[in-house]
């Protein structure tokens, strides 16, 4: 039989951790539920049933292990373990959407700790309830919730290792192997939930620093394989939402590697396939990615529906969208809200590729004022600056993309800093801004590159298509679109194949000159007689930008002055 230590069985396996055997899981299960029936177990080993059960997928064997060992706790006389148990069991409920079945048993696990000292399972208490306020969007009282939980069990640690704690008032059983290790979790998870309040509050390091040592305690095996697959999909998660693709691809393999070590593992496999879909979504293996993302949907859709679902449509769904098939993309998006996910702003992307811009700005414009964090706005300021291009509202874009700016920089990560970059210089574009356009452009391109993404890489060279063109670079042009037209190709990326040929086949040269039609706009106004303060208000641009259009205009057609550049236009029927 695998060694058993009580609360966690014998060490994970985890990367990194000590030179041992994984456990397995299922022959755990299968010695010890004979005897659970027959009434023979501890507590302890009711706990080691019931983790054993959760771990291999039976969690009606895992509710009865976990209720009995409550029980058989307290006919030992330790109320405290009852509680621990009451928690698991209640974790357990709420990762597989019964809330009200989790709710009472964690309150359960507070009424047995109401006339107890303070101990370790105090707080375990604290867990849920910062958990609550992560929901909420409350980062204060989940700093203080998750704090409380760290320095107790920290401090718990630090009595225990200078001879100073009362084993048989920490632990009746006197089990100081699983007292230990149920301080080493309770830390572990208290600093994960510290991290993510820290990102929910805007202080990115501070955050990814608490969820990086989180991770030293999973990968040096220090852990129970709940608190393990907790922690790696929660650590992912959050690698995701801050756009640290370097994190999330390290953590990610280190999660698969640890599924692979358990084949017998039921639970984290699921949000493990979400995790690896959307690595291989960046890395451009979308067809890798689409077959992760569906195995991912059938896991996780039970019977009961695992939460992670929502997850798991979702990503389905940013693949199906990126790969034209709009009827699909609508489908997971649908899916994908009704299990509790967030489907901005990838649904108003939809609605723009569906030629509803106004929808698509009136759902990014109710996301964006419900939502605070600098790291969930990113990719809601970029997409709406991207619909406010499309609605040819161009101030509307340059107000988002200075608001962008401001917010990569408090984000600080590549991919955070690639579309901020990206986003100016197609405002710049739009503004009629080519040579500053295609400076920003070109730094959006490093960053995409540093990263290793190559469908932004080549949505990036479109743009500095568009830049060379309107700087009158036409061979620049043709060069960039057939180096984004191969990737695009390459990846299946339909809806960017078809703006690329729309862009391939257009001429920079339709109107005498070679100018731009915003410069004829510029210089029709100019042969009427209007100032560049009027024409900067008839056009909505800055004065600068008028005084470049016209000096642009005098390069192109050879003249030196505003007569000779309106004696051109009547010429040539342009004004």
């Not at 055997?21 to 009711?46: F, I, K």
């Not at 896991?299 to 940013?318: K, N």
């Not at 743009?463 to 060379?468: D, E, F, P």
Request: some cysteine.
């Amino acid at each position: 039989m695998p060694p058993i230590t009580g609360d966690g069985l014998a060490p994970t396996g985890s990367p990194g951790g000590p030179d041992q055997l994984a456990p397995s899981w299922s022959s755990v299960v299968d010695t010890l539920a004979p005897a659970a029936e027959a009434g023979t177990l501890s507590g302890v080993e009711l706990d080691d049933l019931a983790d054993a059960a959760h771990l291999v997928g039976r969690n009606d064997l895992h509710h009865r292990a976990r209720e009995r060992a409550i029980d058989t706790h307290l006919e030992e006389g330790d109320p405290r373990r009852a509680a621990r148990s009451a928690f698991w069991l209640g974790t357990v409920l709420a990762q597989g959407g019964e809330p009200a079945r989790a709710n009472g048993w964690l309150s359960r696990a507070a009424r047995l700790l109401a006339d107890q000292p303070e101990a370790v399972e105090h707080g375990y208490l604290l867990l849920p309830r910062g958990l609550m306020a992560l929901g909420s969007r409350d980062a204060d009282t989940a700093m203080e919730c998750f704090g409380r939980a760290v320095a107790l069990a920290d401090n718990r640690a630090h009595d225990r290792a200078h001879n100073r704690a009362d084993d048989r008032a920490d632990d009746p059983a006197g089990d100081r192997t699983t007292l230990d290790r149920a301080i080493v979790d309770l830390a572990t998870l208290g600093r994960l939930g510290l991290g993510q309040a820290w990102l929910l509050r805007g202080e990115v390091d501070d955050g990814v620093a608490l969820l990086d040592e989180a991770m030293l305690a999973v990968t040096a095996g220090e852990v129970g394989p709940l608190v393990t697959g907790i922690v790696y999909c929660a650590t992912i998660a959050c690698c995701r939402d801050i756009a640290d693709v370097a994190r999330a691809r390290e953590w990610t393999a280190a999660l698969a590697s640890w599924c692979a070590d358990h084949p017998d593992m039921v639970p984290f496999r699921g949000q493990c396939l979400v995790h690896r879909s959307e690595i291989l979504q960046h890395q451009g293996d979308w067809p890798a990615a689409v077959s992760a993302a569906h195995e991912a949907c059938v896991h996780l859709a039970g019977p009961p529906p695992q939460p992670a679902v929502g997850d798991a449509h979702h990503q389905q769904a940013e693949l199906d969208l990126l790969r034209g098939r709009d009827d699909e993309a609508e489908e997971g998006y649908q899916r994908a809200s009704q299990h509790g996910r967030a489907v901005q702003p990838g649904l108003a992307l939809l609605r723009l590729a569906q030629g509803q811009p106004e929808a698509a700005a009136g759902s990014l414009r109710r996301s964006l004022e419900e939502v605070d964090g600098p790291v969930l706005r990113v990719p809601l300021l970029a997409a709406s600056a991207e619909v406010a291009l499309a609605r040819d509202r161009v101030a509307e874009a340059r107000a988002f993309a200075d608001e962008l700016d401001a917010t990569a920089g408090r984000v600080g990560t590549p991919v955070a800093s690639a579309v901020a970059a990206g986003v100016r210089g197609v405002v710049l574009l739009a503004d009629d801004d080519a040579a500053s356009a295609l400076g920003w452009l070109r730094r959006a391109w490093a960053y995409w590159h540093e990263v290793d993404d190559p469908f932004e890489e080549a949505r990036v060279r479109v743009g500095i298509g568009q830049a060379c063109r309107a700087l009158g670079d036409e061979d620049g042009c043709r060069l960039e679109l057939d180096a984004a037209r191969q990737v695009m190709e390459a990846l299946g990326a339909t809806t960017e194949l078809a703006r690329i040929e729309r862009l391939a086949t257009t001429s920079a040269a339709e109107h005498p000159g070679g100018l731009s039609d915003r410069e004829v706009e510029v210089l029709q106004l100019v042969a009427g007689g209007a100032s560049n303060k009027a024409i900067a208000a008839e056009l909505v641009i800055s004065e600068h930008t008028v005084a470049r259009h016209l000096q642009n205009i005098y390069t192109k057609l050879g003249v030196d002055s505003r007569t000779a550049a309106a004696a051109f236009g009547y010429q040539h029927g342009l004004v």
